[in-house]
């Protein structure tokens, strides 16, 4: 099934309940491209975890977030 990005954004909204993304969102689908975007730069190395000993991971936990990672602080936007 296809959704528009604005569907999308809703059930993604719905199913995270996030109300707010970073303050450049003028709306849900401009929020789940900047959420996007951050994920993605991630996932390709664009922006790297420091690992310092906080990061998510198998042993301290994949909901373990380091404040001065910037790969974790992408992750804390989403996902408050
Ligand atoms: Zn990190």
């Known amino acids: 099934m296809r959704y528009s990005l ?16 970073p303050e450049n969102c003028d709306g849900l689908a401009a929020c789940l491209n900047a959420a996007t975007d951050g994920l993605v730069k991630i996932a390709t190395g664009q922006v790297l975890h420091v690992y310092r000993g906080l990061c998510p991971d198998a042993v301290t936990g994949f909901d373990s977030r380091d404040p001065d990672c910037p790969a974790c602080q992408i992750l804390q936007e989403i996902q408050p």
Not at 6 to 20: D, P, Q, S, V, Y
């Open 6 to 21: 604005e569907a999308a954004a809703k059930l993604l909204h719905e199913a995270t309940g996030i109300t707010e993304m």
